[in-house]
């Protein structure tokens, strides 16, 4: 294969799409979340060991959350793709000749004339039909493929990178307007995430960008306005 060859197909971005949709999920998630913990306590607290504690409990219980989650979201994926792969086998063993068939129905309305679909179809069974009706007919491919432990690292790890960095604020700059603070600095980590998501991705910053942030002040602003109605002295 030519170094142009190379050059072009490294211009595809479909097999992060599995890692990069936890990796970011748990990226903002860490950001947001424990940045508005700290704002809504920070909101009631005039002491920063409460803030610091909440900050904490929230990284470490989300972090491990997200990873368990995602874990067991996605081996419910993997259990259903595998249920309907064994489903598919039983089908070619029972009844060859129907699915012969329905995947040269597939095929022709992908746009080849019915000979040649079912010719297509036919070399495809007679190499490996359960390969075949896999891709072609369950839509299970190697990209698209669940995969719970690579999910459940990144979500978690990428939640841990993310609320680390609001807990530094928290930790290094005054008690004094720390709610200020933390929206600001949030809203530039979440700015950069935003950028390097879409960068890594293939897609647009700007909308990347735009989206991030304004959920993120919605979710941040509506943290601190619970802090401040109940207005506990935490401390």
């Excluded at 841990?160 to 807990?167: N, S, W």
């Amino acid at each position: 294969m030519s170094e142009f060859e190379d050059d072009y197909l490294d211009n595809h971005y479909m097999h992060r799409s599995n890692w990069l949709r936890a990796a970011v999920l748990g990226a903002n998630d860490g950001i947001l979340s424990t940045a508005s913990i700290a704002i809504g306590v920070a909101a009631a607290s005039s002491f920063k060991e409460p803030i610091i504690l909440a900050t904490v409990a929230g990284l470490v219980a989300g972090a491990l959350s997200m990873a368990a989650g995602e874990y067991v979201s996605v081996s419910s994926q993997t259990d259903v793709e595998h249920a309907d792969i064994e489903r598919e086998k039983q089908e070619l063993e029972e009844m060859p000749e129907i699915e012969l068939l329905r995947l040269a129905e597939i095929y022709e309305k992908r746009g080849l004339k019915k000979q040649t679909a079912l010719t297509v179809a036919k070399e495809l069974t007679e190499k490996d039909a359960l390969a075949a009706h896999v891709r072609d007919e369950l839509g299970i491919n190697e990209m698209s493929q669940a995969k719970p432990t690579q999910a459940a690292f990144a979500s978690g790890a990428a939640f841990t990178v993310g609320g680390a960095l609001p807990l530094m604020v928290v930790l290094f700059l005054p008690i004094e307007n720390i709610e200020y603070y933390l929206y600001v600095s949030a809203i530039l980590f979440l700015i950069v995430l935003g950028g390097l998501a879409a960068k890594i991705g293939g897609s647009s910053i700007k909308k990347a960008i735009i989206r991030i942030t304004f959920w993120g002040t919605v979710a941040m602003g509506l943290t601190a306005l619970v802090g401040y109605l109940f207005n506990v002295n935490v401390g």
